[in-house]
């Protein structure tokens, strides 16, 4: 990745005001224990991910950061990581803003998502996070997909102008939604 984070038992990094591109790999990994806090950064043009975090016990709060045109999502959480994003612009990657497999978490709160290749937001394989007061607009796909025995719970969320459904739902997936606002198609269940 263009930077990794520490693999030590316990590793804490403040990056701030960064600008990263990495043409061939993901912007930034966050894979162990590491818990870095990314805070006014800019991610863009990478091969792979914006940023991946992944494993059970990854964390991490991005705050207030562009990430956009990565070669893959956004962010893309896996294996259980529970990261915190915040106030965020995730816009015009070529896979979903943010994509969450393999039993990955997280508090995703106030953040613009926008313009990206396929969802939104897409939740898969008993993933489980946390979408709130999100604005997730102009998507080629849908706002939400969560599918594959996905789950999660989306509050207060703002979807509207994307390509497809607003949010569906599909192979035994179980989300629970509330006081969102989808603005563009009926709520649409595969």
């Not at 990263?20 to 091969?47: K, S, V, Y």
Request: aromatic share 2%; hydrophobic share 35%.
């Amino acid at each position: 990745t263009g930077v990794q984070t520490c693999a030590l038992p316990i590793c804490r990094l403040l990056m701030e005001r960064v600008h990263i591109q990495a043409r061939d790999l993901a912007g930034i990994g966050i894979r162990g224990d590491a818990d870095p806090l990314i805070r006014n950064c800019r991610i863009h043009d990478t091969g792979q991910a914006g940023v991946l975090i992944s494993g059970k016990q990854a964390r991490g709060a991005i705050v207030d950061t562009e990430i956009s045109a990565a070669g893959k999502a956004c962010v893309e959480v896996a294996d259980g990581a529970d990261p915190l994003l915040r106030r965020n612009r995730l816009h015009n990657c070529k896979a979903s803003g943010v994509f969450v497999h393999s039993r990955g978490r997280g508090t995703y709160e106030d953040n613009e998502i926008e313009g990206n290749a396929l969802a939104g937001i897409e939740v898969l394989a008993r993933s489980s996070p946390i979408v709130r007061g999100n604005r997730i607009h102009g998507g080629k796909e849908s706002g939400v997909l969560v599918s594959n025995e996905g789950r999660g719970t989306f509050e207060g969320n703002d979807i509207f102008g994307n390509l497809l459904s607003g949010v569906e739902i599909t192979q035994q997936a179980n989300p629970r939604f509330r006081r969102s606002e989808e603005h563009t198609s009926e709520l649409q269940s595969q």
